[in-house]
């Protein structure tokens, strides 16, 4: 009994974890240097990333019951997880720049969204920018037609001015307007 006590806090912190979290990774933490461990945890609190190394047993425990009872099959061997109840592709952007350059750290799989995957997969979505790396990119495409247009507005301003231009396209389109009806009236 005094056992099952001890364990429950433990479960309970983990469930607490993935209660709302969009997405958790399991990874194999073995042969990471002390230091490379430490970068690795700095890295995971600047992403707003928990990482933290459990039991296998505490957090299948943890896991039954939710969407990410399906990592089970890789809980064997030493296991970190990393979670986020923020940004669902985190933990596996974190741990798949980290696992680069770090080749001890090995991915195992992960939950995104509900969905299971194995390494392969979450190194995919690790490849996702982050929301916002791809807001910064819209807001760039959307301000370069605006600043060509922009451009163009003041470029015909030094020119003379729009005055100028428009009497310039005014002819053009006067002699556009004559030549269309006499079209129509000839068929």
Do not use: H, W
């Amino acid at each position: 009994m005094a056992k099952v006590e001890l364990k429950q806090p433990i479960v309970e912190e983990i469930s607490g974890y993935i209660k709302d979290a969009q997405s958790v990774v399991l990874v194999d933490y073995r042969g990471l240097t002390v230091e490379q461990d430490t970068r690795l945890r700095k890295l995971c609190r600047e992403n707003d990333v928990v990482y933290k190394v459990y039991k296998n047993t505490m957090m299948n425990f943890a896991f039954k019951g939710t969407d990410f009872e399906a990592l089970a099959p890789y809980l064997e061997g030493p296991s970190a997880v990393a979670i986020s109840s923020t940004d669902a592709t985190a933990p596996a952007r974190v741990m798949g720049k980290f696992a680069k350059e770090a080749k001890a750290l090995e991915i195992k799989g992960g939950v995104v969204e509900g969905v299971a995957y194995d390494a392969a997969g979450i190194a995919s979505i690790a490849d996702i920018p982050s929301r916002e790396e791809l807001l910064s990119k819209l807001l760039g495409s959307m301000q370069s037609p605006i600043a060509n247009f922009a451009r163009v507005v003041k470029q015909i301003a030094e020119k003379g001015g729009a005055g100028e231009a428009v009497a310039e396209a005014a002819p053009a389109a006067e002699e556009v307007a004559a030549e269309a009806p006499a079209e129509e009236s000839a068929e």
